[in-house]
């Protein structure tokens, strides 16, 4: 995927568009454990626990400079021994979705790994969210945990898959 799209960092202006992007997927109960909306101002300390060299947080700007995705690495477990390992989110504007914004993103994202010092990529997905899946498994990513029935979503229990791949 080329022009008329530019994958860049972050930038803290752009942090109300990532949140509308994450708001819009909480209503459909597939792809956050959120069941309200959240606030920009909420996720100013995980805005800022991203940088580029270690833990990037990236949109992905469509040819009018609106951003249509957009993809953090965030630290799995907080302890330096796993600092090799990194959780990925990939978030697409509904306009956007089906048009291979996500598979862009996780080839930008596996790219990068080694440059950030990532050996190992996880995922955390609804068993329900058979796109999400289905992106991951199409990388590589094989089941490394199925945790049946943690989450409650308008009183439907849901399970939790943990997708790993090697990539280091």
Request: proline share 5%.
């Amino acid at each position: 995927m080329g022009l008329p799209y530019r994958l860049r960092d972050a930038e803290r202006s752009d942090l109300e568009e990532i949140v509308r992007i994450y708001n819009s997927t909480i209503p459909g109960r597939m792809v956050t454990a959120d069941t309200e909306p959240v606030t920009a101002a909420s996720r100013e300390r995980w805005f800022n626990e991203h940088s580029p060299d270690f833990r990037p947080l990236w949109v992905l700007d469509d040819a009018h400079g609106g951003i249509c995705g957009w993809l953090s690495f965030q630290s799995f477990y907080g302890r330096p021994a796993y600092n090799a390992t990194a959780e990925i989110s990939i978030y697409v504007d509904e306009a956007y979705r089906g048009h291979g914004i996500g598979r862009h993103l996780m080839e930008q994202a596996l790219a990068a790994c080694p440059k950030i010092g990532v050996k190992t990529v996880l995922g955390f997905i609804f068993g329900h969210n058979e796109p999400s899946l289905q992106l991951f498994r199409k990388f590589g990513f094989a089941d490394w945990a199925h945790l049946p029935q943690v989450a409650e979503l308008d009183g439907l229990e849901r399970d939790l898959i943990i997708v790993g791949k090697r990539v280091g």
